[in-house]
């Protein structure tokens, strides 16, 4: 068996997973994991550009929020349903990958990190400047009666599981199609060698765009998917603090491997929940993590997985 | 065009040729009004002292770095703004100085990278041409190990695999035997021999006997200008060539 | 009444806003300038010495004047301590690799901005400044036919301000005289020039590096002890100066000191001139993305040479 099929066949068979312990979970978990793989889907996205092309963006929050008020503000304020919102969900994050992306890739290493973080922070602060109609801070709630796709309600837990569920599980495989793709390999060898894989004959520029393109608009897609399912968008989800999110958990996880992000979410999302019933200050813990991190598993947990292992995995 | 046609414009256009290449940076004048002109299918050797603006003259051709003034002609087309990458797909290679590989991927992953659009997707032809390129430089036994775990000497010999699993109608080669042992040169030597014919070759080197060996013409470029061109001959015997490499000034 | 005196009073403000960036964004150009790393934790220094600040003020008690003098010893040699210990377990550890730094400072910022929290709690607190006239701003007005000096209403500044304005420009005008003329300065320009030479030539780059990131964090605890006076202590207040000396360092030109003190001065007169006019938010969302602009546009800063 080839290696690209032996890892689509590993995926699949942790999808399968993860649609059987739906019914082993008890209520809290069960909706813990619903949440779980849509902020996955996000670091998915971030992980496009991060672990596969090298780039390290620390604005991702723009993309994610992008996808959750183009949903939202949508349904909110022109009444939409669910399906026409979550489209303008998603052009609104390739309208704004790809305007942030030919802007910031103009620039390269530390000023673009600096150069995607200050639009994000622009971003951040047009939502609350616009706040008569996102609710700034505060945010607003999507309604029950709106959360509703083709007749299934996606209040329900049941359902919500299982919208999630479908979210990751397309995501991920769309990831590992993509990498295992001549498109991906080109991005892989961007990461390694910018300058070689230029003078092989390809427009690094263009690949490094799409990529920009895809990440984002894997960010928003998430973010938008994140409203309808919790019923709730607020501008905490554009701050700096969402940017740096993805990049902990794909950190944690293991860049450049396709399941490292929901690693990452997974055991960043329970470390947080335990460490919130003993301190207000939870934050510590991802700080703690972070440096723990860059000190001694540059490589995530997947990542260390992949090279002990799995050396076949995407 | 009919088939006669294009071997007379073969020999009557040159495949690659410059017109007042210049290039500074700052005020310091790296490469200064060149002309130059190779005919399809040479090999041709450019030699130099250190500084001479060797590097910068080949960096110019296959567009990592853009000139001052004037212009670039690649098989008839003035490419004088062309991007690097569009170059490279008209049929250029191009191997760096400083050993430039993917470390982190295995050779066969390596050599892919340069072959998979060259053959447009087609699977058979990509492995065909992987295959041989790997074997032309005697690493094919090797396709599966990491390159950054390589010698430098095999790492060069890769990415000269690189350069021709592409099948480029010319291949630029900027000090390749640089850090080889000389079992490798002899080796390498004969494959650029072989090649040559093929494609047209442009080898920047600093051993007189890799460039004695396999030139046909050679340019001697001394501070920023040609200072002679002509057969190995020619520039072995050449007074003006002799008084640079003793270190001499010519004005 | 007329909008000229309140220009005054915005360049005022603006000037006490620059005084406090220029420090804060050396300290910072310089960590960049010597180590190239950006620091992200930089806010975090900065925070930490309004804290400490407020805590040795409040150990002290007795005259505010001896307790604010106390404070502006002791918070920045403690904050550049830390610093020097964390570059010396952690950013030395990763060997400065420009990203991988940048994330164990994210992580650095969440560990001192949380222990504070836990420890200092999420109260604002003030520190007493030394001293405190009231200094009301005159104005001119036609009366009959001549000049008159009157003081409109309201219209004033504090001593206090106008000495953390000088106060800022003696330690600026030390930082340059200690990198250009002195032998500590020459061994930090050196291995900012080329790290492995200065090794050659036997100097312990290690040294020089936490050296030069204690510094930097010291620089910003000062600024912070000169503003917590004004502005009370608290354990997020790290964040926004964090941002707006990233937009000095980089409108300056990265790693450049003249051009970065000169880029504070205009990004602190502009924040004070802006906000009179418009709203804080619309006025950063503008300087946000005037910045971020240079930045794509003109990647060398503005006083950038080349």
């Given at each position: 068996m080839s290696d690209s099929k032996k890892s689509v066949i590993f995926h699949l068979g942790f999808l399968g997973l993860l649609f059987l312990l739906q019914f082993l979970l008890p209520a809290y978990?069960?909706?813990?994991?619903?949440?779980?793989?849509?902020?996955?889907?996000?670091?998915?996205?971030?992980?496009?550009?991060?672990?596969?092309?090298?780039?390290?963006?620390?604005?991702?929050?723009?993309?994610?929020?992008?996808?959750?008020?183009?949903?939202?503000?949508?349904?909110?304020?022109?009444?939409?349903?669910?399906?026409?919102?979550?489209?303008?969900?998603?052009?609104?994050?390739?309208?704004?990958?790809?305007?942030?992306?030919?802007?910031?890739?103009?620039?390269?290493?530390?000023?673009?990190?600096?150069?995607?973080?200050?639009?994000?922070?622009?971003?951040?602060?047009?939502?609350?400047?616009?706040?008569?109609?996102?609710?700034?801070?505060?945010?607003?709630?999507?309604?029950?009666?709106?959360?509703?796709?083709?007749?299934?309600?996606?209040?329900?837990?049941?359902n919500r599981y299982l919208a999630a569920l479908l979210l990751f599980g397309l995501c991920l495989m769309l990831t590992i199609r993509l990498m295992q793709s001549r498109f991906g390999h080109v991005l892989i060898a961007i990461r390694e060698n910018e300058e070689r894989t230029q003078m092989l004959g390809y427009h690094v520029h263009h690949h490094k765009w799409l990529a920009v393109i895809a990440s984002g608009t894997m960010a928003a897609v998430a973010g938008a998917a994140y409203a309808l399912l919790f019923g709730y968008a607020g501008a905490t989800f554009a701050s700096v603090q969402y940017s740096i999110f993805p990049l902990?958990?794909?950190?944690?996880?293991?860049?450049?491997?396709?399941?490292?992000?929901?690693?990452?979410?997974?055991?960043?999302?329970?470390?947080?929940?335990?460490?919130?019933?003993?301190?207000?200050?939870?934050?510590?813990?991802?700080?703690?993590?972070?440096?723990?991190?860059?000190?001694?598993?540059?490589?995530?947990?997947?990542?260390?997985?992949?090279?002990?292992?799995?050396?076949?995995?995407? | 065009m009919a088939q006669k046609g294009d071997a007379m414009a073969d020999m009557i256009t040159p495949h690659i040729a410059t017109k007042g290449l210049s290039r500074n940076f700052g005020g310091l004048i790296a490469v200064n009004a060149v002309d130059f002109e190779v005919p399809k299918g040479e090999i041709r050797a450019i030699i130099g002292p250190n500084g001479a603006g060797k590097s910068t003259f080949v960096g110019m051709l296959c567009g990592r770095i853009a000139p001052s003034s004037g212009e670039i002609m690649f098989a008839g087309q003035n490419i004088t703004a062309m991007p690097a990458h569009r170059r490279i797909r008209l049929g250029m290679a191009y191997t760096f100085q400083i050993t430039s590989i993917f470390a982190r991927l295995t050779l066969k992953e390596n050599v892919r990278l340069a072959t998979s659009w060259r053959w447009n997707g087609d699977e058979t032809a990509i492995q065909h041409a992987t295959l041989a390129a790997l074997e032309q430089v005697g690493l094919a036994d090797r396709m599966n190990q990491i390159a950054g775990d390589l010698s430098y000497g095999h790492q060069r010999l890769l990415e000269i695999a690189m350069g021709i699993s592409q099948h480029p109608q010319l291949l630029i080669l900027d000090e390749p035997t640089q850090g080889l042992a000389d079992s490798e040169i002899a080796s390498f030597v004969k494959l650029i021999r072989d090649l040559g014919g093929d494609m047209t070759i442009l080898l920047i080197e600093h051993n007189m006997n890799v460039v004695m060996d396999t030139a046909d013409k050679i340019t001697v470029l001394n501070l920023g200008s040609e200072l002679a061109t002509g057969t190995p001959q020619d520039i072995r015997a050449n007074k003006a060539v002799q008084a640079a490499y003793l270190g001499e000034t010519h004005a | 009444m007329e909008l000229a005196p309140y220009l005054i009073l915005g360049c005022i403000e603006g000037l006490v806003t620059a005084a406090v960036l220029a420090l804060m964004a050396v300290g910072?150009?310089?960590?960049?300038?010597?180590?190239?790393?950006?620091?992200?934790?930089?806010?975090?220094?900065?925070?930490?010495?309004?804290?400490?600040?407020?805590?040795?003020?409040?150990?002290?008690?007795?005259?505010?004047?001896?307790?604010?003098?106390?404070?502006?010893?002791?918070?920045?040699?403690?904050?550049?301590?830390?610093?020097?210990?964390?570059?010396?377990?952690?950013?030395?550890?990763?060997?400065?690799?420009?990203?991988?730094?940048?994330?164990?400072?994210?992580?650095?910022?969440?560990?001192?901005?949380?222990?504070?929290?836990?420890?200092?709690?999420?109260?604002?607190?003030?520190?007493?400044?030394?001293?405190?006239?009231?200094?009301?701003?005159?104005?001119?007005?036609?009366?009959?036919?001549?000049?008159?000096?009157?003081?409109?209403?309201?219209?004033?500044?504090?001593?206090?301000?106008?000495?953390?304005?000088?106060?800022?420009?003696?330690?600026?005008?030390?930082?340059?005289?200690?990198?250009?003329?002195?032998?500590?300065?020459?061994?930090?320009?050196?291995?900012?020039?080329?790290?492995?030479?200065?090794?050659?030539?036997?100097?312990?780059?290690?040294?020089?590096?936490?050296?030069v990131f204690g510094l930097g964090a010291a620089l910003a605890a000062m600024a912070a002890v000169l503003i917590v006076p004004i502005q009370q202590a608290h354990y997020l207040m790290g964040h926004d100066p964090l941002l707006l000396s990233f937009i000095v360092v980089i409108i300056g030109g990265l790693g450049s000191l003249v051009g970065t003190v000169i880029a504070a001065v205009m990004i602190g007169l502009s924040d004070g001139l802006i906000s009179v006019f418009f709203t804080p938010t619309l006025a950063k969302i503008i300087a946000t993305l005037m910045v971020t602009f240079v930045l794509i546009f003109r990647p060398s800063g503005l006083m950038g040479s080349k």
């Open positions: 978990h069960h909706g813990n994991l619903a949440r779980i793989m849509v902020l996955a889907t996000y670091a998915m996205g971030y992980n496009i550009l991060f672990g596969y092309t090298g780039l390290l963006s620390l604005g991702h929050a723009m993309f994610f929020a992008a996808g959750m008020y183009g949903m939202g503000l949508t349904m909110t304020h022109l009444g939409w349903t669910a399906g026409p919102a979550m489209v303008a969900g998603f052009l609104a994050g390739v309208l704004v990958s790809a305007g942030i992306g030919f802007l910031a890739l103009r620039t390269s290493g530390v000023s673009f990190m600096i150069v995607t973080l200050m639009f994000a922070q622009a971003g951040f602060l047009t939502i609350l400047y616009f706040g008569e109609w996102t609710r700034g801070d505060e945010g607003f709630v999507i309604q029950q009666a709106d959360r509703v796709f083709a007749g299934i309600d996606l209040s329900d837990p049941t902990l958990w794909v950190l944690l996880g293991g860049a450049g491997t396709a399941l490292g992000p929901f690693i990452g979410t997974l055991f960043m999302f329970y470390l947080i929940d335990l460490s919130s019933s003993l301190t207000t200050a939870y934050m510590l813990i991802a700080g703690v993590a972070l440096v723990l991190l860059t000190l001694f598993l540059p490589q995530g947990l997947v990542g260390e997985w992949r090279r002990r292992v799995m050396p076949w995995l995407t | - | 910072l150009s310089l960590v960049f300038g010597v180590m190239r790393v950006v620091n992200v934790a930089h806010g975090e220094f900065f925070m930490l010495g309004a804290v400490l600040a407020w805590f040795v003020a409040d150990q002290l008690g007795g005259h505010p004047a001896i307790a604010f003098l106390a404070a502006l010893i002791i918070a920045p040699l403690l904050v550049g301590t830390l610093a020097m210990i964390a570059d010396m377990t952690i950013l030395k550890r990763v060997s400065y690799d420009p990203e991988r730094t940048i994330v164990a400072t994210i992580g650095l910022l969440y560990i001192i901005q949380q222990l504070t929290l836990m420890t200092y709690g999420s109260n604002a607190r003030p520190v007493e400044p030394p001293f405190n006239q009231r200094i009301a701003i005159p104005w001119f007005e036609w009366v009959d036919g001549g000049l008159s000096l009157y003081w409109p209403w309201g219209l004033g500044t504090t001593s206090y301000k106008l000495a953390v304005i000088g106060f800022a420009i003696m330690l600026l005008l030390g930082i340059w005289v200690l990198m250009t003329r002195t032998r500590i300065g020459l061994i930090m320009r050196a291995t900012q020039l080329d790290r492995d030479i200065a090794q050659a030539y036997g100097i312990h780059v290690d040294r020089v590096y936490a050296m």
